[in-house]
């Protein structure tokens, strides 16, 4: 029996090193690129890490500032040491970050600065299955854009804050999650909802004093709002006709100006404005003829 057990570790350890000679235990061993720190051999520049890195890596960026605009064409993820210390800065142009890749993992980040017209964002999501969690998103166009067709993204715990139009804009994004996000300050909507985005989930998350609604829902079906907290917003929650079929649920108002602005049902407001349109016809005609 012992003559087995020998046997056996001796082929374990010559099948590791024939593994390691053909660079297999080296490329584990790599799978974590590091940025900034104290390490002669860290990048210094996070677009060249990501450049170096393959699918599946980690790049890990350690506190500082970057001033770069990123592009993430691979699934990876980018793990910032200290969100509140590790920053990257756009700039003012572009993007700062721009997910062009499905399953891509964003956390621990201040992301700010990015370009001041449309769809520039702090982060700009175009992409599927991706997770942007426990950020700081910051003084930039919008703080997050999420463009037809990407769908199926999380986006959970981030301090969204002072940007300049949404804290998060979605065009035709469908089967999202938003959850456990703090929204403030935004001087429009905190999170904005148009163009048939269907089908996401808006949960237990905090809208404090934005200018327009906390969460505004336009042109989008079947888009489920429940559990979250707004407070002090020019709208706390709009949404739009029956016939989208939002479900609202457990949400708490606090002064609110309105605290929920439904749109009129489509089809029984045109027919009142038709109706209204040949009364005034009828009536101006009838003038007339007399």
Do not use: W
Request: hydrophobic fraction near 35%; include cysteine.
């Amino acid at each position: 029996m012992k003559q087995i057990n020998i046997f056996g570790i001796i082929v374990f350890i010559a099948l590791l090193i024939i593994f390691c000679n053909n660079g297999i235990c080296e490329e584990n061993l790599q799978t974590i690129i590091y940025v900034g720190g104290s390490e002669a051999e860290n990048y210094t520049n996070i677009q060249t890490a990501i450049n170096e890195a393959n699918s599946g890596y980690t790049v890990f960026v350690y506190s500082g500032t970057y001033n770069e605009s990123i592009v993430i064409d691979k699934s990876i993820e980018l793990v910032g040491q200290d969100k509140d210390i590790t920053i990257i800065d756009g700039g003012g142009e572009d993007y700062v970050l721009k997910l062009g890749a499905d399953n891509i993992k964003i956390t621990g980040f201040t992301l700010q600065n990015s370009g001041d017209i449309f769809p520039n964002a702090g982060i700009n999501v175009g992409t599927k299955g991706n997770i942007i969690k426990d950020n700081n998103l910051i003084n930039n166009y919008y703080g997050i854009v999420l463009l037809y067709p990407t769908s199926n993204n999380t986006i959970s715990k981030n301090f969204i804050s002072n940007n300049n139009q949404c804290g998060i804009y979605f065009s035709g994004a469908k089967h999202n999650i938003l959850k456990d996000n703090f929204v403030d300050t935004q001087p429009f909507n905190g999170f904005g909802l148009y163009d048939f985005s269907d089908y996401n989930i808006i949960k237990n998350n905090t809208m404090v004093n934005n200018k327009f609604c906390g969460i505004n829902i336009r042109d989008s079906y079947y888009n489920t709002v429940s559990g979250n907290i707004l407070i002090e917003n020019t709208i706390g929650l709009h949404i739009p006709p029956p016939e989208c079929k939002t479900t609202v649920s457990d949400n708490i108002f606090s002064d609110n100006k309105i605290i929920i602005d439904e749109e009129r049902d489509l089809i029984i407001y045109t027919q009142v404005t038709s109706v209204i349109l040949i009364l005034i016809g009828f009536l101006y005609l009838k003038k007339k003829i007399n």
